[in-house]
């Protein structure tokens, strides 16, 4: 019942792992450069809420690669 997974599928999972640890990166870069023009109080506040998504991107397109080079067994 050890059926392995195909490389198209493991390519898309690791393809849609680096976009979502890019989207990530960007995300975070992106916020930074216009939190720069806020009031410090509600930058922080954006700076630390777009940290926590990235944080989600980040973690979510690791599981992705780890999946993408996952052996099944």
Do not use: H, N, Y
């Not at 954006?46 to 990235?54: E, F, Q």
């Amino acid at each position: 019942m050890g059926s392995e997974r195909s490389a198209a599928g493991r390519a898309a999972w690791g393809v849609g792992g680096a976009a979502l640890i890019v989207l990530g990166g960007v995300l975070i870069w992106i916020t930074q450069a216009r939190a720069a023009g806020l009031p410090e109080d509600l930058g922080l506040m954006a700076s630390l809420a777009v940290r926590s998504v990235t944080f989600v991107f980040i973690g979510g397109g690791a599981w992705c690669l780890v999946r993408a080079g996952k052996q099944r067994a």
